[in-house]
């Protein structure tokens, strides 16, 4: 069975601070992870993925993540925040063998002037 | 080349009306997945559609709830009788192939509120 843990349901940082918002999953087979993020009364739109290829995976507007796979986490993470950041984020898995995504519960980021 | 796109983007329905929300899906994908978010929640899988075929409809309930996704025209998600309890975002999602790993493209979604 698949599960996806988002460990924080809002974050705050101050603007050109760095963000994490953090996020475990459990698969049973190799997962795909992917990183998307809602603004408000918008759809998702992906930020990054992760497909087996490099560990540290560089996604849009300088947003990164690592999977660890001892950790069985899947990070994301941006050295400085832009007032534009602030927005729901969603980790997701999904496996090689199904097509469903397994959203976590979502972060809500808050980025202070 | 244009997105998924879903209509309407908002929709209110009074309890018992009938509820039609239409995804058409990027050019060239064939594989079409609906989504429900309630207020606070993440998205939920409900049904995964192929042109005439229902894949898998494991996430979408037994009752009043239905889709399709005929040869021609959008993916139809259609909840008959609904009540208050149906009011969430939908979104709609494609994707070229199926299997793991491979990203799916969300439309706007449609805000249904269920007076």
């Known amino acids: 069975a698949q599960s996806v843990t988002q460990l924080d349901s809002h974050v705050s940082v101050s603007e050109g601070t760095p963000v994490l918002l953090r996020c475990n999953y459990s698969s049973s087979y190799s997962p795909s992870l992917f990183w998307y993020v809602q603004h408000p009364n918008k759809g998702l739109q992906l930020l990054l993925k992760?497909?087996?290829?490099?560990?540290l995976v560089k996604g849009i507007n300088g947003f990164e993540a690592e999977f660890k796979k001892s950790e069985t986490s899947f990070h994301l993470t941006k050295p400085s925040a832009h007032m534009s950041d602030a927005a729901e984020y969603f980790c997701v898995v999904s496996d090689r063998r199904t097509y469903k995504y397994i959203f976590g519960t979502g972060t809500r980021l808050k980025v202070l002037a | 080349n244009a997105g998924v796109m879903q209509n309407p983007r908002h929709l209110v329905r009074r309890r018992g009306q009938e509820a039609r929300l239409r995804c058409s899906p990027m050019?060239?994908?064939?594989?079409v997945y609906w989504y429900r978010q309630l207020p606070e929640e993440g998205l939920k899988f409900m049904v995964y559609?192929?042109?005439?075929?229902?894949?898998?409809e494991s996430g979408m309930p037994k009752e009043r709830f239905s889709a399709e996704f005929p040869k021609e025209g959008p993916s139809i998600l259609r909840i008959q009788q609904v009540v208050r309890g149906d009011s969430a975002a939908y979104f709609c999602?494609?994707?070229?192939?199926?299997?793991?790993?491979?990203?799916?493209?969300f439309g706007p979604g449609t805000r249904l509120t269920v007076l």
């Open positions: 050019k060239g994908h064939s594989h």
């Open positions: 559609l192929q042109k005439e075929n229902i894949i898998d």
């Open positions: 992760y497909t087996s290829a490099a560990t």
């Open positions: 999602a494609s994707s070229p192939t199926s299997g793991g790993g491979h990203e799916q493209f």
